[in-house]
């Protein structure tokens, strides 16, 4: 098994080719993907976030630690996402206006990939004509994501401008909660990717 605490310490410290060389030799061992994620690299995030509340770190290391994440998750994507089939619907996704944030929700996007959804990645900083591109391209589920809790209240603009359509609209990120969703009239919500690929799974089998 590939050393989690390692992997975690190198995303966390941003050391972007320790991670790439721990990541893949967990791969190479037939580490489960999972596991790698779950077990060393989301709990590296948590912790720098702690850490930046208590001023212990600041942005420039937030943004090294994500960087380093990221190469490790690109790793680990072919291994989240299994190959082969049709696909199910399409979903867009993107981050809210404002909010540049992106791991959470290209791990969203992998998981949903996996499960054979067909997903535009609308990328970050998204407001609703944004949105409405992805719509336009055949989707009919939005994943929405934000990780500030000053950018979440955008969230409700999204519901409301797709208010008198049939579009789906599942919302997540760190501050939003389910109650969150349920006063904007959100459709779905989770606290992780797997939970979206649930949520997803749930809205179009009552659309079919
Ligand atoms: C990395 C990071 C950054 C990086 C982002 C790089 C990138 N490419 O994403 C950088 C350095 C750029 C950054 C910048 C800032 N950040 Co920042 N950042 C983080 C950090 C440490 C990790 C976020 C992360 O990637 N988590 C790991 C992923 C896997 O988790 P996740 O995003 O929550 O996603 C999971 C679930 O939420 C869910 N999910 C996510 N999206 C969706 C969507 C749907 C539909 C569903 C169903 C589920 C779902 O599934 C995901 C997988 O399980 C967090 C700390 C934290 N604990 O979240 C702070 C944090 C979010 N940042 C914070 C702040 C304050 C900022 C800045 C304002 C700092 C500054 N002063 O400039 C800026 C804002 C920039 C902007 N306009 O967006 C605060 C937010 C506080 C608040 N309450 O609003 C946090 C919480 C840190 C803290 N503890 O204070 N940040």
Not at 84 to 113: E, F, R, S, W, Y
Not at 128 to 138: A, S
Request: with cysteine; hydrophobic share 45%.
């Amino acid at each position: 098994m590939a050393d989690l605490q390692k992997i975690k310490d190198a995303i966390m410290s941003g050391k972007r080719e320790e991670v790439t060389s721990l990541v893949q030799a967990g791969i190479d061992a037939g580490d489960n993907a999972v596991e790698i994620l779950e077990g060393g690299m989301i709990p590296a995030m948590r912790e720098i976030g702690d850490k930046f509340s208590r001023n212990e770190v600041y942005v420039p290391q937030m943004l090294i630690a994500a960087r380093a994440m990221q190469a490790g998750l690109a790793l680990i994507e072919p291994a989240l996402v299994s190959s082969g089939h049709q696909p199910l619907g399409k979903v867009c996704i993107g981050t809210v206006k404002g909010d540049l944030h992106d791991i959470g929700k290209n791990l969203v996007a992998i998981m949903l990939k996996g499960a054979g959804y067909q997903v535009i990645d609308l990328g970050v900083n998204c407001d609703v004509n944004k949105y409405d591109e992805g719509i336009k391209q055949g989707a009919t589920i939005i994943a929405c994501s934000a990780l500030l809790t000053t950018t979440m209240p955008y969230m409700k603009e999204v519901v409301e401008h797709f208010k008198d359509t049939d579009v789906k609209i599942i919302i997540g990120g760190a501050p939003v909660t389910q109650n969150y969703a349920d006063q904007i009239g959100a459709h779905g919500y989770s606290d992780d990717a797997n939970g979206a690929v649930k949520l997803v799974d749930v809205l179009f089998k009552k659309s079919a």
